[in-house]
């Protein structure tokens, strides 16, 4: 992600799981979205915003949003605002999760 994008951003949105249409063989995993996180948070500006939209029901959704919700329970509270959203009544829904970084440097 640092070599593609130069400056500093307001947002990053991550669509995990399958892409919408596209080939489901090809997803989203545990390893590559927290590297993807945590290359994220040091490209966004003050205020900044990550959003995730979190699809788990695919082979290692489960392990991949576990792993997810850990990096985001890890985040200094005093540096990032948390939030998720989601659908309690509805058995692997996906759902949300938006971080704000507040300022200076993340984890």
């Not at 490209?43 to 979190?54: A, F, N, T, Y």
Request: aromatic share 8%.
């Amino acid at each position: 992600m640092a070599e593609e994008v130069k400056d500093n951003v307001d947002a990053v949105l991550f669509n995990l799981g399958y892409l919408p249409g596209g080939d489901h063989k090809i997803m989203t995993n545990a390893v590559t979205t927290i590297n993807a996180l945590q290359a994220s948070v040091r490209l966004l500006k003050k205020e900044g915003l990550l959003v995730l939209v979190i699809y788990w029901g695919h082979p290692g959704g489960r392990e991949e949003k576990e792993a997810v919700e850990e990096w985001a329970k890890a985040l200094s509270p005093k540096e990032w605002d948390v939030m998720k959203i989601s659908f309690p009544n509805c058995q692997m829904a996906p759902y949300v999760m938006i971080m704000q970084k507040k300022f200076g440097e993340a984890l």
